[in-house]
């Protein structure tokens, strides 16, 4: 898929799963370059599990 993303540039933004609003299928990649990356994956492994209704 070519979304037109530079996803080499250092002005890449990443974000929690959910908060681009994208609706497709998805994975869950997360290398930000300026701040600690795991408080926005557990975010994203909290909503996956809601989505899914798992507790």
Known sequence: MDDGIDV???EHETCALG???Y???VTI??????RDPLPEPRTSLDRLREWLGEP
């Open 23 to 25: 609706g497709g299928w």
């Open 8 to 10: 080499e540039s250092p």
């Open 29 to 34: 990649e997360h290398e930000p370059f300026d």
């Open 19 to 21: 908060d681009a609003g």
